[in-house]
């Protein structure tokens, strides 16, 4: 039989063991919610308005960069034509998130492309003729935080064509080294603030567009 002071020890390790996980847990919550592994959908809810994108574009103050739609070497869907350019359920997808970007007002909005075959149709699907850059890293890269604002010209948005991993790189400057990686046609929103920094607002992937369209 256990002596009392043997219970009341054993007691207070359990009782310190409980404190101690809730503690870890209560510490892997607030990391949670300090330091989000990925932006937030835009297409929940009312998001594209609650964020501030909205007011973002209508400002002219948003940098927005759109990963190409589906690619054909990596499908076993129809291609569109050249093997390394887009599929055709790529091209409609592509059509359909242009419309939605018309939706919201193209008049004021520049749009760049990476000159892979996959971003320029991409882009002439989405937004009809547009400025191809000469090269495809011109516009890549950890630099892109930089490059991207200096590329900017006030009063009016920014739209980039762009790959999965230049976003991945600028998401990463820009404080979520763990985001999940970019979706065909998916858009991320950024916002360009008066000091001319950076933020993250969320990204809008191609199928949400509706739902996001159909809150105002």
């Avoid at 297409?43 to 940098?63: K, P, Y």
């Avoid at 589906?70 to 998130?97: F, I, K, M, Q, Y």
């Avoid at 850059?133 to 950890?142: E, H, K, Q, S, Y």
Wanted: charged content about 15%; hydrophobic content about 40%; glycine content about 10%.
């Amino acid at each position: 039989m256990n002596c009392p002071d043997e219970r009341r020890a054993k007691t207070l390790k359990q009782s310190g063991l409980r404190f101690g996980a809730l503690i870890a847990l209560s510490l892997v919550v607030m990391g949670a919610m300090l330091w989000p592994t990925t932006p937030q959908n835009l297409g929940v809810d009312n998001r594209l308005v609650t964020s501030g994108a909205l007011a973002a574009w209508r400002s002219g103050n948003l940098i927005v960069l759109v990963r190409h739609e589906e690619r054909c070497d990596r499908s076993s869907n129809p291609c569109l034509g050249p093997v390394d350019g887009l599929t055709r359920p790529g091209s409609v997808s592509a059509v359909a998130v242009g419309s939605a970007f018309h939706t919201l007002g193209m008049s004021h909005s520049d749009v760049l492309s990476s000159p892979t075959t996959r971003t320029v149709q991409t882009s002439q699907f989405m937004f009809g003729d547009v400025h191809v850059l000469p090269d495809r890293l011109t516009l890549c890269g950890t630099a892109l935080a930089h490059d991207l604002p200096a590329r900017k010209i006030a009063g009016r948005n920014l739209l980039l064509v762009t790959h999965s991993e230049c976003i991945g790189d600028l998401e990463r400057v820009l404080g979520y080294p763990h985001a999940d990686g970019a979706e065909y046609g998916s858009s991320l929103f950024v916002r360009v603030g008066t000091n001319g920094k950076l933020k993250v607002l969320g990204v809008l992937n191609s199928q949400d567009w509706a739902a996001a369209l159909g809150h105002f």
